[in-house]
Each structure stands twice: as structure tokens, then as C-alpha cells.
């Protein structure tokens, strides 16, 4: 049975950590979060769960992120012995550059389109690992899961988001185009 998963993803360290964003696949995850549409439950997996995680990645058709394609799988891959790139996969911020060529913060799109921003940001959530506040950073975590999720839950019921403009308070709808990936079909022996 296939489910689709949102994720997202903490990590320990900083690119100025590991040399630069040339060496993405040297960050370590601290925390997943992710949200199940199947049993419609958040979870937080750590460091010690990559091989449950793993199982419930396996299942996702599609895996649901938020720059997850250039950020989190690169990250996430060296913990699984498959190809997790091969998931079917829909990135959001992906589908926002394809149509409006352009990036946008997670907390500026959630204030947008559903009036709520973010707890914080990625170098707090570091920080909350180094000083083992994990209960803090699995909040963020589970609070970035949830604001990922609303926002692919507008793309796919209403088929377009608001994007503001970075120099004024003006909003452009920005018609995202949306087709549920087909299942996959059973292997016939």
C-alpha cells in the first residue's frame, strides 16, 4: 500500500560546517518529521529510527517537501540503502520556481496563504540540537511538517497560491497546475 508522506528534515551542522553547500550530503539530520495522509498521524524520527523511517519512505507515492529535492534527500540519502531520489517526489518550492522563476521562503508562503508563519528558522533548530532542547526542535520540526502539508493541501484543492512581492504588500496569484501521480500498478509475475 503506498501513502503519501510529507517530510522534512533538521540537521546538526551548518554548510560553514561541512566547507560550503558544495558538500550538502556531509550535513547529518538531527530530526524527521514527518505527516502520514494514510493513518493521518505526525511523527518525529531520530537519528537512531532511519530504518523505520526508511520503511515509511518506501511506501510514499509521492514523498511531499518543501526544497526537499535539492536539500533533503541529498542530506537524507546516505542513511538508506536505496535510491530515495528515485521516490516520486513533489517539491513545492520546485513547483513555485517552474511557474513563477523565483524562490520563496517557507514562512512568507504560509503567512501568506494561511495566516501563520513559522516558529523560526534552520540555525535555531541547529541550535536547539547543540544544546539538547529536543523537544523544541521536534516542535519545529512537526510545525514545518504541518505548514508543508496546508500549503501542498491549497495546491492541490485550490490550484494556486499567493506569492507577495518582496517590495511591496502586493500579492500575485500564482496558478500552480496540479495532477495527482498516477499509482503505481502492481508487478505482474
Given at each position: 500500500m503506498t501513502d503519501k508522506i510529507v517530510f522534512d528534515i533538521e540537521t546538526k551542522n551548518t554548510f560553514d560546517d561541512v566547507g560550503g553547500q558544495s558538500n550538502i550530503g556531509k550535513l547529518e539530520a538531527s530530526l524527521i518529521g514527518t505527516y502520514s495522509y494514510a493513518t493521518d498521524t505526525y511523527r518525529v524520527f531520530d537519528e537512531h529510527e532511519m530504518e523505520e523511517l526508511g520503511a515509511l519512505i518506501q511506501k510514499a507515492h509521492p514523498l511531499i517537501g518543501f526544497y526537499s529535492k535539492k536539500f533533503d534527500v541529498p542530506v537524507l540519502a546516505k542513511y538508506f540503502n536505496f535510491n530515495l531520489a528515485a521516490i516520486p517526489h513533489y517539491d513545492i518550492l520546485e513547483e513555485i520556481e517552474k511557474n513563477m522563476k523565483r524562490r520563496i521562503g517557507l514562512g512568507v508562503l504560509a503567512e501568506a496563504n494561511l495566516g501563520v508563519g513559522k516558529s523560526g528558522h534552520g540555525l535555531q533548530a541547529?541550535?536547539?540540537?547543540?544544546?539538547?532542547?529536543?523537544?523544541?526542535?521536534?516542535?519545529?520540526?512537526?510545525?514545518?511538517?504541518?505548514?508543508?502539508?496546508?500549503?501542498?493541501?491549497?495546491?492541490?484543492?485550490?490550484?494556486?497560491?499567493?506569492?507577495?512581492?518582496?517590495?511591496?504588500?502586493?500579492?500575485?496569484?500564482?496558478?500552480?497546475?496540479?495532477?495527482?501521480?498516477a499509482e503505481p500498478q502492481a508487478k505482474l509475475l
Open positions: 541547529i541550535d536547539f540540537y547543540r544544546n539538547g532542547e529536543m523537544q523544541k526542535l521536534k516542535d519545529y520540526c512537526i510545525q514545518d511538517v504541518k505548514l508543508t502539508k496546508q500549503i501542498y493541501d491549497l495546491i492541490r484543492t485550490q490550484g494556486f497560491l499567493w506569492i507577495p512581492d518582496r517590495m511591496t504588500s502586493k500579492m500575485t496569484k500564482l496558478i500552480i497546475p496540479f495532477t495527482e501521480l
